[in-house]
């Protein structure tokens, strides 16, 4: 999106990035991409425009961001059959994620599996429900961020699950696996391959919303889990895996 936004407005790419991490510092998180509308050179650039004939100016922007979300948006194998198999041996499913719910929710609503979940936490958002971001009645907000052992904890207290019979599935071994270890829940790694990670994140961290201590903190974490010799209490390359994991855990 960046690429196509400085090729319509002649705007160098490196100060559209430094404004776009600045806006998402500013929103802690780097999922608005109508965050575009806001950034300083865009408003230089069209004073006496309105944000709706901003976006049609930027339309090709848009339409690219979206088509690449929706090219990209997709399940991992396995995903659908274990939501299944879960669902059909009457084993509570519960979200939790670090996104607000126009983000977190809505990708789970777009990959058409949003019904499996009896409740999903997300975080504050400051976006207000609208008709085009309407709030979900499985939504919950959650005050704090991963790995705060206490959320997951309240998580559990509140949908009246046991701490030593809940499984938490996640793919961070700095947030979700320390979270769960501090918790005292078992724990299942998605130790999945990213096609192209270093890059991409290196890309991710040009517009993070991250502060300087946020990625000290990330590091600290890293620390702590290492320094400690953590290890998950089952580790997958497939999420399919949780079937057999589960099954075993629970004796089906």
Not at 79 to 108: C, M, P, Q, W
Not at 114 to 129: G, R, T
Not at 214 to 224: A, G, L, T, V
Request: hydrophobic content about 35%; some cysteine.
């Amino acid at each position: 999106m960046v690429d196509e936004v400085s090729s319509i407005t002649n705007i160098n790419k490196d100060i559209l990035l430094y404004e776009y991490k600045m806006i998402n510092m500013a929103m802690g998180s780097v999922e608005y991409p109508f965050a575009t509308l806001l950034l300083p050179s865009i408003k230089k650039l069209y004073p006496d425009n309105t944000d709706i004939e901003i976006q049609k100016k930027l339309d090709s922007a848009f339409h690219k961001f979206n088509s690449k979300r929706k090219k990209l948006l997709k399940l991992y194998p396995g995903v659908k059959e274990t939501l299944y198999f879960l669902l059909d041996n009457h084993i509570t499913i519960i979200g939790y994620t670090d996104s607000a719910e126009e983000n977190g929710f809505y990708r789970l609503r777009k990959l058409g599996i949003d019904n499996f979940f009896k409740k999903v936490y997300v975080s504050d958002s400051l976006y207000k429900p609208t008709d085009l971001i309407p709030k979900s009645s499985k939504t919950c907000i959650v005050h704090g961020k991963k790995p705060n052992a206490n959320i997951l904890k309240t998580i559990c207290s509140n949908e009246n699950i046991n701490l030593n019979e809940a499984i938490y599935v996640g793919d961070s071994i700095s947030k979700d696996m320390l979270m769960a270890k501090y918790a005292g829940v078992q724990s299942i790694w998605c130790n999945f391959q990213k096609s192209n990670g270093k890059k991409l994140y290196d890309k991710l961290v040009a517009i993070s919303h991250w502060s300087n201590q946020d990625f000290q903190n990330e590091e600290k974490y890293k620390n702590e889990w290492l320094s400690n010799g953590y290890i998950p209490d089952y580790t997958i390359t497939n999420f399919s895996e949780c079937m057999d994991i589960i099954s075993r855990i629970n004796k089906l």
